[in-house]
């Protein structure tokens, strides 16, 4: 199938492309690597009456890192992300991540910015943005606007992004020496959307764990924090941790959706197994460091 017909627009700067956004409030969509749009609107799942494409606004592409994180433009494409030694050294958790998305041909095209705004429930980086607590840089015909990771999900493909309004980067703050991530999912093919997915991070300081973050992917409408395992985590020796423990504190309270992929109860088993890898590779890589 070939989408519906719709006007076609591709400014050059933040500001006209909020401008055509504003203008055409929700008959209005930004493309930006289109891998998630472009199959939606060929199969017809939706429809607008103009896109507004953003690959030429060269701002977006901008990557700032300096002593206190990261600043990754929102149309950094994620084979980028893969490749940039910078990302990596800055946002360890986000390279980690980017492997498990899709295939190479897609994070070729797919970008940062259009993964988090697209909101999957069941995607890597949203789930990093959550755990990173990371800030996301939004623009539109009023000004612009600054909105926490842990706000900005509302929903599947939900966020509180206003009509007319675009993002435009995302600041990933430091953690520091001392620190481990890890990602870990499961998937019923490599490149599929998971089943369920862990982003882990710790901080050693003192030979205790000072700063802790567990999220999960896969288990909601939205990326979820599992604020009990994280406090669990502070404060303890990493001999004192046990991650299956931490893993079913993590889900504790959890009721994932079912859907021809798996049941909730299977979510739920496959979140403990994935949190767990996750907490033990997170404390090892801390311990190294």
Same mark, same amino acid.
């Given at each position: 199938m070939k989408p519906a017909r719709f006007a076609y627009h591709a400014p050059t700067t933040v500001t006209e492309a909020a401008a055509l956004l504003g203008a055409h409030g929700d008959d209005a969509k930004v493309l930006a690597g289109g891998q998630s749009l472009v199959p939606?609107?060929?199969? !017809? &799942?939706? !429809?607008?009456?103009? &896109?507004?494409?953003?690959?030429r606004v060269a701002t977006l592409r901008e990557v700032v890192a300096d002593a206190d994180g990261i600043t +990754?433009?929102?149309?950094? !494409? $994620?084979?980028?992300?893969?490749?940039? *030694?910078?990302?990596?050294?800055? *946002?360890?958790?986000?390279a980690k991540a980017t492997p498990l998305i899709g295939h190479f041909q897609i994070r070729s095209r797919g970008t940062v910015g259009g993964s988090i705004a697209h909101a999957d429930p069941a995607a890597e980086y949203p789930a990093v943005a959550l755990a990173l607590d990371a800030e996301l840089r939004v623009a539109g015909p009023n000004g612009s606007r600054t909105v926490a990771a842990a706000d900005f999900f509302t929903g599947t493909w939900a966020t509180t992004l206003d009509a007319g309004e675009l993002l435009t980067a995302v600041r990933l703050p430091a953690w520091g020496t001392g620190s481990g991530f890890a990602v870990e999912e499961v998937a019923r093919r490599h490149g599929d959307f998971a089943i369920a997915g862990a982003c882990v991070g710790v901080r050693?300081?003192?030979?205790?764990?000072? /700063?802790?973050? =567990?999220?999960?992917?896969?288990?909601?409408?939205?990326?979820?924090?599992?604020?009990?395992?994280? /406090?669990?985590?502070?404060?303890?020796?990493p001999d004192d941790v046990d991650p299956d423990e931490i893993a079913q504190l993590a889900i504790r309270g959890l009721d994932p959706p079912e859907d021809l992929h798996a049941s909730? *109860?299977?979510?739920? !088993? +496959?979140?403990?197994? +994935? =949190?767990?890898?996750? +907490? /033990?590779?997170? =404390?090892?890589?801390? $311990?190294?460091?």
């Open positions: 939606m609107l060929n199969l !017809r &799942l939706a !429809r607008f009456e103009a &896109l507004v494409d953003v690959g +990754v433009g929102a149309m950094v !494409r $994620q084979c980028d992300v893969e490749e940039r *030694a910078d990302i990596a050294a800055s *946002a360890p958790l986000l050693l300081s003192g030979g205790r764990f000072e /700063r802790a973050a =567990v999220a999960m992917f896969g288990m909601g409408s939205t990326p979820l924090r599992g604020a009990e395992a994280e /406090r669990a985590l502070v404060g303890a020796g909730s *109860a299977l979510r739920l !088993r +496959v979140c403990a197994a +994935v =949190v767990a890898r996750a +907490v /033990r590779s997170a =404390v090892k890589e801390a $311990q190294g460091a």
